[in-house]
């Protein structure tokens, strides 16, 4: 037992040395320098949430190094980059408030805009529950102009074009943001509400067409025309049985088409409002606002 309480008490002694580097073997890999090391490596190879798992045993290690602020915006950058939305969506912001937090609450709209729940990251911005300074300005003002877009509603987007007291970032991009607007008019212009889909359905294969498949709508016309003239043939030749059978066929082949037509619209507006998030995002410039956001607010992790 004495000498149990010895080693016990050696590693206490030593063992904040141990971790801060400062004597070479088991654990010298753990110091500081090399998880930071590590870790900067993982990003520039793109192994993101790796990274952010060597930034968490960083701040655990060293909390000297990183202040839970910087912590928290670098993992939900890391988390960003490595496309762990619901994640980042589903995190709360932080106790201090701050520059921090109004980061935080950015990568969190971001994260929802980008697992489509378009109207809880519109909610977000448009009461974010704390004061951001004017150096937030231009970040909020995209997100506000991308969700007007996304939720179809261009007059509210050309509202926040045409105000007198537009960011200098935006207002030197203004061209830009008008094209933004064009296109996603265009865009959203193609989407169909699914209830005229499956109304649409009542005529074989009309659902599909209407929702902008129509080779698989001549498809189901074809199918159904054929097994319905089967059906009749059958009855008028006294063949009940296949009558019968040809009929059920015929019926599940329409009732397919009806649903079909319904689920293929809605499949064809998320398609479109995807395509449509990833260029507005892209034009706006949001990853490349992540990385700002992290080099001044959270820690550096390029490499040096």
Same mark, same amino acid.
């Given at each position: 037992m004495?000498? &149990?309480? @010895?080693?016990? /008490?050696? %590693?206490v002694i030593t063992g904040p040395g141990v971790l801060m580097g400062e004597t070479p073997g088991l654990y010298h890999e753990y110091s500081r320098d090399t998880i930071l090391g590590f870790t900067r490596h993982l990003v520039r190879n793109g192994e993101y949430y790796r990274a952010s798992v060597e930034l968490e045993r960083l701040a655990v290690f060293y909390p000297s190094t990183i202040s839970i602020e910087q912590y928290s915006v670098s993992h939900m950058f890391l988390l960003m980059k490595g496309h762990q939305y619901r994640q980042v969506a589903a995190s709360g912001n932080i106790d201090s408030g701050g520059p921090a937090a109004c980061v935080r609450t950015l990568l969190r #709209?971001?994260?929802? /805009?980008?697992? +489509? +729940? %378009?109207?809880? #990251?519109?909610a977000l911005l448009v009461n974010p529950g704390m004061q951001c !300074? #004017?150096? $937030?300005?231009? %970040? $909020?003002?995209?997100?506000?102009? @991308?969700? +007007? &877009? /996304?939720? *179809?509603? =261009?007059?509210?987007? #050309?509202a926040l074009l045409e105000t *007198? *007291? &537009? =960011? =200098? !970032?935006? /207002?030197q991009k203004k061209q830009l943001y008008r094209d933004m607007l064009s296109y996603s008019e265009g865009k959203l212009s193609r989407t169909v509400a699914p209830w005229k889909a499956l109304w649409a359905g009542a005529v074989p294969g009309l659902g599909y067409a209407c929702a902008g498949n129509r080779p698989t709508g001549i498809v189901a016309f074809v199918m159904v025309s054929v097994l319905s003239a089967l059906t009749v043939a059958s009855f008028k030749t006294d063949n009940e049985p296949l009558g019968v059978c040809f009929g059920a066929v015929a019926a599940f082949f329409y009732s397919g088409s009806i649903a079909g037509g319904y689920l293929e619209a809605k499949r064809n507006n998320r398609i479109i409002r995807e395509n449509l998030r990833d260029s507005l995002c892209g034009d706006a410039g949001f990853a490349e606002d992540w990385d700002r956001l992290n080099n001044e607010y959270g820690l550096s992790l390029s490499e040096k």
């Open positions: 004495r000498i &149990l309480a @010895v080693v016990v /008490l050696y %590693y #709209s971001d994260a929802m /805009l980008y697992a +489509s +729940s %378009y109207q809880d #990251s519109a !300074d #004017s150096t $937030f300005g231009a %970040y $909020f003002w995209k997100r506000r102009y @991308v969700a +007007s &877009l /996304l939720g *179809n509603r =261009p007059e509210e987007a #050309s *007198n *007291n &537009l =960011p =200098p !970032d935006i /207002l």
